[in-house]
């Protein structure tokens, strides 16, 4: 994640004003700050849990709307049965989340429409802030102790629960919830409201066609090279979105470990973008990877863009290169770790 003063200056430097549009929007950054300086904005991203934390962010609902519909799920809350699993997941979801509670994370799992309607999406969204995490340090969070970044592997954390004694607390879901809306919405939320979807960077012309021709600036991060696959780094959080419970994945799209096969698919993403481009627009990519060199990436970028847009692009300065130093996976791998860098690059197109 690129932070928002990352966004707000690229903003401020940018000559024009149409739609700012990230296609690999992570979390919602671009786009929420965007709107904070009255942009108009939208973006996609194929990890369900970012779009639907990014689409909570960018197209909030009232907390009236919110508490109403807190009041209604408890109501009416009865708790389902839980699936059948391998004995391994029903070991680690005894130990993750105490029954009663659990109860409730698996009646809101079943009952928030979060793909559909954008009060359910925002509980939702509060629901995968609050499902693990540091749980010592603060009663908000609804598991025993978890890092909140990465969602660990079940057989790791059964390991570490039972050697260190850990037990999963009672906490109720609702009142967290409650406590969660009153929190986030202690600042009001822009007056803009922007557009998030659910859909591979390649099918972005697609499905925002509404906006063909009227995305002037594009500010976005696209997966990096050699790092980690979001489906494993987020399979607690992808489960209660409704998918399976799976924690080890077969490499796919989101996980690039192969040089070409990552630039070709770079090169699709950008000709998926490139009808909702204005005649003039301003291109910020962040970049990086274990194996990136700057020069090397530089090239292999801009050959990308040119035949992913079909247009010519102009590189503005020579970009910036940082050392990522407290990267995610970095944490969790401790000195195993090969030193990772990005690379921010400004392109105008034509």
């Known amino acids: 994640m690129f932070p928002e003063t990352f966004v707000e200056k690229h903003i401020a430097a940018s000559r ?3 739609v700012v549009f990230d296609p690999f929007c992570g979390r919602g950054t671009t786009i929420f700050e965007s709107l904070l300086q009255d942009r108009d904005a939208a973006g996609c991203d194929i990890n369900p849990v970012a779009a639907c934390i990014a689409g909570a962010k960018c197209d909030p609902p009232t907390t009236k709307e919110l508490l109403a519909r807190i009041d209604e799920l408890e109501r009416t809350f009865a708790p389902p049965e839980p699936d059948e699993m391998s004995e391994e997941l029903t070991a680690f979801f005894a130990l993750c989340f105490h029954d009663d509670t659990y109860g409730q994370i698996r009646f809101l799992r079943q009952s928030l429409k979060w793909w559909g309607d954008r009060v359910d999406q925002f509980i ?6 609050a499902l693990h995490g540091e749980s010592h340090r603060s009663a908000n969070y609804f598991s025993n102790r978890m890092p909140r970044t990465i969602s660990t592997k079940p057989a790791y954390s059964i390991r570490w629960w039972k050697r260190n004694g850990y037990e999963p607390r009672y906490r109720d879901a609702f009142d967290i919830l409650r406590h969660m809306v009153g929190y986030r919405f202690r600042t009001m939320p822009p007056t803009r409201r922007g557009a998030v979807a659910l859909t591979d960077a390649r099918s972005a012309g697609q499905r925002f066609a509404a906006l063909a021709g009227q995305v002037t600036d594009v500010i976005t991060s696209p997966p990096y090279l050699d790092t980690t696959n979001y489906r494993e780094d987020q399979w607690l959080r992808l489960w209660f979105l409704g998918g399976e419970a799976i924690s080890h994945y077969a490499r796919q799209d989101a996980r690039h470990y192969n040089n070409h096969n990552y630039w070709t698919f770079l ?28 020069d090397e990436t530089l090239v292999s970028l801009r050959e990308t863009l040119t035949r992913g847009l079909g247009r010519e692009v102009r590189l503005v300065d020579s970009g910036v290169t940082t050392p990522v130093k407290r990267a995610q996976a970095n944490t969790f791998r401790g000195g195993r770790a090969s030193p990772m860098v990005e690379h921010d690059f400004c392109f105008v197109v034509n």
């Not at 939702?124 to 802030?129: D, K, R, V």
């Not at 909702?276 to 990877?289: E, K, M, N, W």
């Open 124 to 129: 939702a969204a509060l629901c995968l802030g």
């Open 16 to 18: 024009y004003g149409g």
């Open 267 to 294: 090169g699709e993403a950008w000709h998926g973008l490139a009808p909702l481009l204005a005649d003039q627009v301003r291109l910020v990519i962040r970049i990086g990877g274990r194996r990136l060199d700057k």
